[in-house]
Nanobody, 124 residues
Framework: QVQLVESGGGLVQAGGSLRLSCAAS????????MGWFRQAPGKEREFVAA????????SYADSVKGRFTISRAIAENTVYLQMNSLKPEDTAVYYC?????????????????WGQGTQVTVSS
């Protein structure tokens, strides 16, 4: 089992920045894909970004490329999502997810472990 705890959400004005954190514990290891997903009211959960824990390879949704950066701190067992130039359409609950994998995964239904989510609200 892997436990994930997100933090860092909040209310920010358009153009502002936030950094989300995802602390992992339990049966963690190097062969994991770590992803960030988001879900806005009335919409489906969508992929935001993912990183492979050991390889460091990354993938981003087109909607966030150039604005968001995913990274990991191996010694701290933590994954970060730095979000810059935020837009009102980025408003959603953001979830961290993990899956044992040798490659980066981008589909939400491929992930086995999920955090509780953190709310991000961007005002116009």
């Amino acid at each position: 089992q892997v436990q994930l705890v997100e933090s860092g959400g909040g209310l920010v004005q358009a153009g502002g920045s936030l950094r989300l954190s995802c602390a992992a514990s339990g049966r963690t290891g190097s062969r994991y894909s770590m992803g960030w997903f988001r879900q806005a009211p009335g919409k489906e959960r969508e992929f935001v970004a993912a990183i492979h824990w050991s390889a460091g390879s990354t993938s981003y949704a087109d909607s966030v490329k150039g604005r968001f950066t995913i990274s990991r701190a191996i010694a701290e067992n933590t994954v970060y999502l730095q979000m810059n130039s935020l837009k009102p359409e980025d408003t959603a609950v953001y979830y961290c997810a993990a899956r044992y994998s040798t490659v980066v995964r981008t589909r939400w239904n491929e992930y086995d472990y999920w955090g509780q989510g953190t709310q991000v609200t961007v005002s116009s």
